[in-house]
């Protein structure tokens, strides 16, 4: 069965920085690819950050384009996103996923698994 459990999410101030883990298990994902994304109350599922499958390139939606970092570490199976300079608009769960394909995507429908979600909170 496949697992991906998300870890490191809390309560910040502004300007601080989170790392996100993402442990997956019952299957590897080296050649998949695997996806951030962000839930606040009330909004629709955001994509936030992908890593290909292929060739580990990165995306990034705009607004964390500079501030966050999407990474994967093969032999522990894991995913990570460091968030630095938080805002707060950036306070969401967030959630790690997973797909069975190789190319990197943006819309929630293309990924096969996802985890329960770590919340962030960014407040003064």
């Known amino acids: 069965q496949v697992q991906l459990v998300e870890s490191g999410g809390g309560l910040v101030q502004p300007g601080d920085s989170l790392r996100l883990s993402c442990a997956a298990s019952g299957r590897t994902f080296t050649n998949s690819a695997m996806g951030w994304f962000h839930q606040a109350p009330g909004k629709e599922r955001e994509f936030v950050a992908a890593?290909?499958?292929?060739?580990?390139?990165?995306y990034y939606t705009d607004s964390v384009q500079c501030r966050f970092t999407i990474s994967r570490d093969n032999a522990k199976n894991t995913l990570y996103l460091q968030m630095n300079s938080l805002k707060p608009e950036d306070t969401a769960m967030y959630y790690c996923?997973?797909?069975?394909?190789?190319?990197?995507?943006?819309?929630?429908?293309?990924?096969?698994?996802w985890g329960q979600g770590t919340q962030v909170t960014v407040s003064s």
């Open positions: 890593i290909s499958g292929f060739d580990d390139s990165t």
């Open positions: 996923a997973a797909s069975r394909a190789t190319l990197a995507s943006m819309k929630p429908a293309n990924y096969d698994y």
